[in-house]
């Protein structure tokens, strides 16, 4: 496992970007808590000042600092959208596995279920949770809702191994030797789903953040939490680009275009190390 | 007169794991020749690199396969083409005419989403005009599948339609219908029933009565060989441990390996047969020092351990690489080490 | 016959769940809500109103229970729901009381079949040739430049691709308009001049999604391309010296294909959920903008009715795209 990380970091310059990325906004967000300013108060600096040696993203039409503002806002989003990827992880593990090892009716069942909320358009549906509970919704909470609708794609991923490890000689000897199905999921099939799960938590995350910056954008959390997409929501509705204050605007977007970038090429680059097949057409263009 | 020379060709998969790399040594220092006219045989238990070395011979190595040595010579009109150098046009040109090829597993080589008939159009119009005359296309085709007994409905039919048997001939007609000198096959007739099975063979028969091609037809059932080919080579391990007349293999193999294939030689026709010796085939990507076969081999020596034997003359048109072989056989005095001339 | 078991009841159960499964979740969802939508009208009325009786304030609320179908016990509410859904009826709209939120969706609803249907056909074609096409040639110079691009533009939310392209191309290249689907105070009447116009100003919302579109299509058509050239049919052609295009077309991208259409099927509900964003950014007069003026406006009624008829716009879709399916696929056909 070890080398296998180490390989990464040596082979693939997108995975040592993306992680770069992540680990440098990590750090922001724990600095987040040594912000001089409660992130919810307004008018604690002066207004719409441009970048400075003071205020270094410069200060916002609500009296707030951008910069202390930006860490804040990485903080909640990056909690958010861990907290959608594990509730959302739980149940698609859950599912995958019970459909997948027990097969038949079940596997029926929960996957028409599963299909259909991989079908259904969930944004209307968000749009209409968020609205009734707006400004209720805390982080955690939004993160949790996110989760409930997010698990189903991977659900599906997780059921397809668990259903070609089911026919492999292992399980026979294991079912054979009389071990119990929780020890076979977990002596056995852990190794082999473990990965899926890491790789198909990135894609989720990337899933769940752009999700709360669009119902952040309409205005449909609560407005108060700073988290990238509130940032955005703020600086379109008070106009900041016609006026001219573009560190306000460009901060929350430029910080959103690193994030899921750096998502995505790390779980472009987890995936490809967890699929030979695609390993070996890479090592053809590299070949030239 | 040669056909195909092969030398010292080396031919590995390059596997990279965890950030190792790992050389599965699939085809292995081989050297051999192609008669014209002659059926080459070529025998070896599953995963000893035969496919590997056809695709190599076809100049179809890319990654993970990669040519770590060797030359592949085409005679062809008076010129030698060494094929791993050839730029891609002329390779395409060589294809089809000059050398064809019956892939191994009939149903993942034929597009799923097309008819047989336009597969045939894609694979003829690649090498002849077929846009100008259309209609003779129709007929080369048609004319094609009645010589070799197939239905011409076949051709408006989806690979996933035909019946394996069936689907086998196609590729066998998709192979020969520009009727080229040289045929590489590569299991024809494996998974086939039996009777299916010797359809097949009786097919690349008549084929080649017809056509006077030359063959080099890999399967691991030796029964085949005895049946159609006139040379037989033995592979192991990635590479050719003897190669004789077939008579004479059949006769007086020397290789012990060889004589266990020969051995354990089944009534025709039993499917639950494979090719195996006792014990194990060894691993390609961690093979054992010296002679690959000495593991298995019931009088392996100390320098079986230590050195590779190399291919060497041991009575006429034989060549056999093993120490104790080339030691015992009375007919040659000395192990004089072969390549090619 | 074993064919219409196997592979069209299956399809017409899922249709079935999933409009079920949303329809249940857009019944429970309002019925979490903390404010009571009859007594917020009837105050909006009394407010309006001067003096009503408190005989017929209880007549009016009887109405109002009715017409949202907040009347009986939770089972005969949800009963009346899946009703009203059958006859098409969504009951009004709080604020544009009484106009049917029927009829406020028929209005909108043309602009947003329009704009998704011709960007998703016309992304899903470009985005999977150009990706097969990169895929194919992936040693080249070019098709890495276009698999970068697209690797920058697929992980952006979809919103900052939208804000950015109206600000780069509205504020600071002003050819297009910013906004509305249609000058104002333009007359209705077909005419040149009025398709110019609607084209004109569906411009930029088309052109964000049709960027977005393709850079999507196009990752997972390189990959799906990618793996499939190490098919045996693949390998088997290219030994045999057919062409490069007609192995990138015939063999390579018509095997694709078969994935994408299924993927696209599957991506129906994300896909119009972009469609919303663009419209909101745009003004784009469709059921995006008429979404997010029943958010700003508190219309539960008309949420729910967006929703629910998006539920069944899409599982209708997905159910279409499952019916012509077979007829692309031999494999499916000919079982
Ligand atoms: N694409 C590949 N990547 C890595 N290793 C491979 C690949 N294809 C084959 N090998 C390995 O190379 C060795 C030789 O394979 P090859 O297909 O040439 O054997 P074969 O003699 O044709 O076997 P069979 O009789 O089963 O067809 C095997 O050990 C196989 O595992
Ligand atoms: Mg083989």
Redesign the pocket.
């Known amino acids: 496992m070890l080398k296998a990380v180490k390989a990464l970091f040596q082979r693939d310059r997108r995975f040592l970007f993306g992680f770069i990325v992540i680990a440098v906004l990590f750090v922001g967000a724990v600095l987040a808590g040594f912000s001089p300013h409660d992130p919810r108060l307004w008018n604690v600096v002066p207004r719409d000042l441009p970048p400075s040696s003071k205020y270094w993203l410069g200060t916002n039409s609500m009296g707030q600092d951008v910069f202390w503002q930006a860490l804040w806002a990485i903080r909640n989003s990056l909690v958010m959208g861990a907290i959608a990827v594990i509730s959302s992880r739980i149940i698609a593990v859950a599912v995958g596995l019970l459909a997948g090892y027990r097969g038949g009716l079940m596997d029926r069942l929960l996957m028409t279920v599963t299909d259909s909320f991989v079908i259904l358009p969930l944004l209307p549906i968000l749009i209409l949770i968020t609205s009734i509970f707006k400004s209720r919704l805390s982080v955690t909470s939004l993160g949790i809702v996110l989760g409930i609708f997010g698990w189903a794609w991977d659900a599906r991923v997780i059921r397809s191994q668990v259903l070609s490890l089911r026919e492999r000689e292992f399980t026979y000897t294991a079912v054979l030797s009389g071990m119990s199905t929780g020890k076979i999921i977990f002596r056995e099939y852990m190794p082999y789903i473990f990965p899926l799960i890491t790789a198909t938590a990135m894609n989720n995350m990337l899933w769940a953040m752009g999700m709360e910056v669009t119902l952040a954008v309409l205005g449909l959390v609560s407005l108060e939490i700073p988290t990238l997409g509130t940032m955005i929501h703020w600086a379109v509705n008070s106009q900041a680009m016609l006026l001219g204050f573009w560190w306000w605007i460009l901060t929350p977007v430029v910080l959103c275009v690193f994030i899921f970038l750096a998502l995505y090429l790390l779980s472009l680059s987890i995936n490809e190390f967890l699929d030979p097949r695609i390993r070996?057409q890479r090592l053809q263009g590299i070949k030239g | 007169m040669d056909v195909l020379r092969v030398e010292k060709l080396k031919a590995f998969?390059i596997?990279e794991s965890a950030g190792e790399e790992r050389a599965?040594k699939?085809?292995n220092d081989v050297s051999l020749t192609v008669r014209e006219n002659e059926v080459l045989g070529i025998a070896?238990?599953?995963?000893?690199?035969?496919?590997?070395?056809?695709?190599s011979l076809l100049g179809s190595i890319r990654p993970?396969?990669r040519h770590m040595g060797g030359r592949v010579t085409y005679l062809h009109r008076d010129r030698e083409m060494d094929i791993l150098s050839l730029p891609k046009e002329e390779r395409q040109k060589l294809m089809w005419q000059h050398i064809s090829y019956v892939p191994?597993g009939s149903l993942s080589v034929l597009n799923p989403v097309r008819r047989i008939g336009d597969t045939f159009r894609s694979f003829v119009g690649a090498h002849l005009d077929i846009q100008k005359d259309p209609d003779r296309f129709e007929s080369l085709v048609r004319s094609h599948l009645q010589d070799l007994g197939l239905p011409v409905d076949t051709l408006k039919a989806y690979p996933h339609q035909l019946s394996g048997g069936m689907r086998q001939r196609v590729t066998i007609a998709l192979a020969t219908i520009l009727k080229p000198r040289l045929i590489l096959a590569?299991?024809p007739s494996?998974a086939l029933d039996v009777v299916v099975q010797r359809g097949v063979i009786q097919l690349l028969r008549d084929i080649q009565t017809e056509q006077h091609n030359t063959i080099v037809m890999?399967t691991?059932d030796m029964a085949i060989h005895a049946n159609i080919s006139d040379r037989v080579a033995i592979?192991y391990a990635?590479r050719i441990i003897e190669e004789a007349p077939v008579e004479r293999i059949f006769a007086k193999p020397l290789h012990p390996y060889t004589q266990y294939l020969i051995g354990s030689l089944p009534r025709i026709g039993d499917k639950s047969y494979r090719l195996s010796a006792p014990g194990t085939p060894p691993?390609?990507?961690d093979l054992p020092p010296g002679c690959a076969f000495h593991p298995r081999c019931p009088n392996a020596e100390s320098i079986c351990r230590r050195e590779i034997p190399s291919l060497s003359l041991a009575g006429r048109d034989h060549r056999v690489a093993c120490f104790l072989a080339a030691k015992e056989d009375a007919d040659v005095g000395s192990s004089e080490a072969l390549g090619s001339q | 016959m074993a064919f219409l078991k196997r592979y069209l009841l299956p399809r017409i159960v899922q249709y079935l769940v999933v409009i079920f499964i949303g329809g249940t979740l857009i019944f429970i969802i309002p019925r979490l809500m903390p404010v009571d939508p009859v007594q917020q009208t009837l105050e909006r009325i009394t407010i309006q109103g001067a003096f009503l009786d408190p005989r017929a304030i209880e007549q009016i609320r009887e109405a109002l229970l009715e017409l949202y179908g907040l009347k009986g016990s939770l089972t005969e509410q949800y009963i009346t729901m899946w009703r009203r859904l059958l006859r098409g009826d969504f009951g009004p709209s709080y604020v544009q009381f009484p106009t049917p939120v029927m009829t406020l969706i028929r209005i909108s609803l043309p602009w947003t079949v329009g704009l998704l249907v011709t960007t998703t056909v016309l992304s899903w074609i470009v985005g999977n040739i150009l990706g097969g096409i990169a895929a194919y040639y992936s040693t080249r110079r070019w098709a890495q430049l276009m698999e970068n691009i697209a690797m920058l533009i697929r992980p952006i939310p979809y919103y900052i691709i939208a804000l950015a392209l109206l600000l780069l191309l509205a504020y600071a290249l002003p050819v297009f308009p910013v906004t509305g689907g249609f000058s104002i105070g333009r007359r209705f009447v077909l005419s040149w001049d009025l398709i110019v116009d609607i084209l004109k100003h569906a411009f930029l919302p088309a052109l964000s999604l049709v960027i977005v579109g393709i850079a999507t299509w196009f990752m997972t058509m390189r990959l799906l391309v990618s793996n499939l050239l190490?098919e045996d049919y693949i390998v088997y052609a290219q030994i045999a010296g057919v062409q490069d295009g007609e192995i990138l077309y015939n063999y390579a991208i018509r095997n694709a294909m078969l994935p994408q259409i299924t993927g696209l099927t599957l991506s129906l509900g994300q896909i119009f959920g972009g469609a919303l964003i663009t419209e909101t950014v745009f003004s784009y007069p469709g059921l995006g903008t008429l979404l997010y003026s029943s958010i700003n406006t508190g219309d539960y009624n008309l949420m729910m009715g967006i929703t629910l008829l998006s539920v069944v716009a899409i599982a209708t879709g997905v159910l279409l795209m499952d019916l012509i399916y077979p007829f692309l696929d031999p494999r499916i056909r000919y079982e």
Do not use: F, I, R
């Open positions: 070996v | 998969y596997m599965v699939a085809v070896g238990e599953s995963g000893c690199g035969k496919s590997t070395l056809l695709k993970p396969l191994q590569d299991e494996t890999v691991h592979m990635g691993s390609l990507a | 190490a």
